[in-house]
């Protein structure tokens, strides 16, 4: 029977997604002689579920004094609980901020090495494994990270008729009924009342076909408990997320699956041009939620000024003064007046957050609720040797100033030789791969808002026809690439072309 599962959009979601993310975009030092230290020597210990957060802290702070760059964990069990860790008031783009309890405060770091040699670190309630705002060259390695209770329950559904539903919950997922209302019963002190409900196909491990979000499960539910097993879910949000990176992001050989969002999302961030001071400045403002906080630009910086109904660049210029007045507005300042035809509305975007390059390279993803890869960075970007089955589209090229407001334009985009199995077998997209910016039809004119986009030599094995769905590309390459009818699904709009390419330019297609 498909199982059903409770998930929490709260600052918790935040703590996966940054403990998956640190592991795959740290690069180590090059050429540093290691110093190491063993967290043993400061009071850790492995295998009986002490605490390890104070023997961390005094760890790092001897690194901080000597030196040492390399902080070891012998082969083992670790826990983690937040009782005794330090605070940090965090703004996470894509989540919420907040004060939070850190486990690993690596802000400011640089030329760091966290090795766990095969070590499994496991968290306990509301706490926040690594931050490393600002810091430089840290490499995390040779460790696995999970929560000994998490932030949502499952259940597997037994019976349904008009007026119940009858679950089997498993001991690891405590919960409580109050006043008639189901609530889960999160580590420590935290509480939190049916929010979302999402049906699995327990027999795939994986969103069942079709399924959509249930947020109106809370007025609707009664439950009867018996005793159940097995957790399916890996992560309540996105597994991991690249807010306004530089240098290279690289993923290989990663394995993402039955997380609650997408794989990886790579992005920048257009703030809204909100008012004109004078002549020389802009006022700008972050408009999503979950992106406040996350300053716009320095000193030095190119901003990138766009039209909000066409997204094209409009002008750019180098930013002499930043004035912060709080988490959502900034004043920028240039040394040359401002052309009048910029406007609220518009927005800005700035260049200096983009990573050089991005490899994604021999990943397997899919089971999860929505999506796989979304890019939408100006880099040299490769997606290749990956296997994809995503209940939604597996790479999405997009770009939205209106209401994630996630840049932007992308330049130079291969993906090769990858497979694709049976994706859109859910709800969160119309073709395997989808290239969708956030312009209305009338405003696709030339030139176009992405660039140079490859897909070559990948095999698509397909119940759902429709490989690619793409608008606004100036040079876009589908060639070489194999397709493969399967039956895994029933049959999903059988008369839907297999290319739907529009307001496009410089467009080849080759295939086998």
């Known amino acids: 029977m498909p199982l059903w599962y409770n998930s929490f959009f709260s600052a918790v979601s935040l703590m996966l997604v940054l403990s998956l993310l640190v592991a795959v975009t740290a690069t180590p030092a090059v050429g540093e002689p290691k110093e190491r230290l063993n967290v ?45 860790a330090s605070e940090q008031y965090v703004f996470i783009s894509n989540n919420d901020e907040g004060l939070r309890r ?16 095969g070590s499994e670190f496991i968290f306990h ?23 000994e209770q998490t932030f949502h329950t499952e259940g597997t559904v037994v019976s349904v008729d008009d007026n119940a539903v009858e679950l089997t919950i498993p001991e690891q997922f405590p919960y409580k009924v109050v006043n008639e209302r189901f609530q889960h019963m999160g580590a420590g002190k935290e509480d939190f009342v049916l929010g979302n409900m999402l049906e699995f196909d327990t027999q795939r491990r994986e969103t ?4 959509q979000d249930n947020y109106g499960a809370a007025d609707r539910l009664q439950v009867v408990v018996r005793p159940g097993s097995g957790r399916i879910v890996s992560a309540t949000a996105d597994a991991t997320h690249f807010v306004s990176c530089r ?44 992106q406040f906080g996350i300053h716009p630009a320095k ?59 991005v490899l994604i390279k021999g990943c397997t993803l899919g089971s999860n609720r929505a999506r796989g890869f979304l890019i939408s960075v100006q880099s040299h970007v490769v997606i290749e ?3 994809f089955h995503t209940p939604g589209a597996a790479i999405l090229i997009t770009g939205d100033a209106n209401y994630w407001f996630e840049s932007g334009p992308v330049r130079d985009v291969t993906v090769r030789n990858n497979r694709f199995i049976d994706c859109n077998y859910g709800v969160w997209g119309s073709a395997a791969i989808e290239i969708n910016p956030e312009i209305k039809p009338e405003h696709r004119q030339e030139p176009r808002y992405h660039r140079n986009i490859r897909i070559e030599n990948n095999r698509f094995e397909v119940f759902f026809p429709r490989l690619l769905r793409a608008h606004s590309v100036d040079g876009l390459r589908f060639t070489g690439n194999t397709v493969v009818p399967s039956n895994r699904y029933p ?22």
């Not at 850790?44 to 702070?61: F, I, K, N, Q, Y």
């Not at 930013?319 to 800005?348: C, G, Q, S, Y």
């Open 208 to 211: 069942a076909f079709g399924a």
């Open 491 to 512: 049959a999903k709009e059988p008369t839907t072309p297999p290319l739907d390419i529009r307001d496009c330019s410089h467009v080849i297609i080759e295939n086998k």
């Open 40 to 84: 043993t020597a400061f009071g850790a210990h492995s295998g009986d579920r002490s605490d390890t957060v104070p023997a961390v802290r005094a760890a790092l702070e001897q690194c901080r004094k000597t030196g040492a760059n390399v902080l070891v964990f012998p082969k083992g069990r670790y826990d983690f609980y937040p009782d005794r």
């Open 247 to 290: 240098g290279r992001i690289k993923m290989t050989d990663c394995r993402f699956e039955n997380q609650k969002d997408d794989a990886t999302n790579v992005h920048g961030i257009y703030t809204r041009i909100t008012g004109r001071p004078d002549a020389y400045s802009v006022e700008v403002r972050l408009m999503h939620g979950q």
């Open 102 to 117: 850190v486990a690993f405060p690596l802000s400011g770091c640089t030329g760091l090495e966290i090795d766990g040699q």
């Open 125 to 147: 309630g509301v706490i926040i494994p690594f931050v490393l705002a600002g810091a430089k060259q840290v490499t995390v390695r040779n460790l696995s990270i999970d929560w």
């Open 385 to 387: 040797e990956c296997t």
């Open 299 to 357: 000193v030095g910086h190119t901003m990138q000024f766009v039209k909000g109904d066409t997204l094209l660049p409009a002008y750019q210029a180098k930013v002499t003064k930043v004035r912060a007045i709080n988490k959502e507005f900034t004043i920028l300042t240039f040394a040359k007046p401002l052309p009048a035809t910029l406007t609220p509305n518009d927005a800005v975007l700035d260049l200096y957050w983009q990573p050089t390059d």
